[in-house]
T-cell receptor, first 115, second 111 residues
Framework: AQSVTQLGSHVSVSEGALVLLRCNYSSSVPPYLFWYVQYPNQGLQLLLKYTTGATLVKGINGFEAEFKKSETSFHLTKPSAHMSDAAEYFCAVSTDSRGADGLTFGKGTHLIIQP | DVKVTQSSRYLVKRTGEKVFLECVQDMDHENMFWYRQDPGLGLRLIYFSYDVKMKEKGDIPEGYSVSREKKERFSLILESASTNQTSMYLC??????????FGSGTRLTVV
């Protein structure tokens, strides 16, 4: 079975500063990795995903993540935080190429942007 | 864009009631899922389905059942609602791992 650990339930950064949200996974087979964002009272929106190929993945809204197999990590970064980035962020893993077994999520990180 | 539509954004039900949460997707996806979201616990998988009339238990199926009579519709059923089922419920669908699309969620309160 796979699992996901997100370090830090809350992360606070200043507007314009680097955003770094940490995600480590556990999987016995090559994983498919995802980051989702959730704004208040809304569903989840896909930020980016890693399936195969290039380990540095670029997503929407200036976010990117790097798959590091040796560290079992998939940390999310953004060079310069914007007030509109304030939201809940979820890292997730799947091991089924058909997508039939669903996603296993971390507990989420609430990103706070200080003006 | 794929749309996943959950019929209700907010629901208030009484303890012991039978509750139906409906989810419809419009892109002919084979796989559909029901998750429950609670603060500090993230999203937990309740049930999923990879084909019509097929269903599989997720991590927390107790107190829930599901129905998938048509490919586009996946219903979550609370047979006898209890206060500990007060939560946000999210439906999702996918075809392969190329994108899980989520609905906007149903916030259920059981009183």
């Amino acid at each position: 079975a796979q699992s996901v650990t997100q370090l830090g339930s809350h992360v606070s950064v200043s507007e314009g500063a680097l955003v770094l949200l940490r995600c480590n996974y556990s999987s016995s087979v090559p994983p498919y990795l995802f980051w989702y964002v959730q704004y208040p009272n809304q569903g989840l929106q896909l930020l980016l995903k890693y399936t195969t190929g290039a380990t540095l993945v670029k997503g929407i809204n200036g976010f990117e993540a790097e798959f590091k197999k040796s560290e079992t990590s998939f940390h999310l970064t953004k060079p310069s935080a914007h007030m509109s980035d304030a939201a809940e962020y979820f890292c997730a893993v799947s091991t089924d190429s058909r997508g039939a077994d669903g996603l296993t999520f971390g507990k989420g990180t609430h990103l706070i942007i200080q003006p | 864009d794929v749309k996943v539509t959950q019929s209700s954004r907010y629901l208030v039900k009484r303890t012991g009631e039978k509750v139906f949460l409906e989810c419809v997707q419009d892109m002919d996806h084979e796989n559909m899922f029901w998750y429950r979201q609670d603060p500090g616990l993230g999203l937990r998988l309740i049930y999923f389905s990879y084909d019509v009339k097929m269903k599989e238990k997720g991590d927390i199926p107790e107190g829930y059942s599901v129905s998938r009579e048509k490919k586009e519709r996946f219903s979550l059923i609370l047979e006898s609602a209890s206060t500990n089922q007060t939560s946000m419920y999210l439906c999702a669908s996918t075809q392969g791992t190329y994108g899980y699309t989520f609905g906007s969620g149903t916030r259920l309160t059981v009183v």
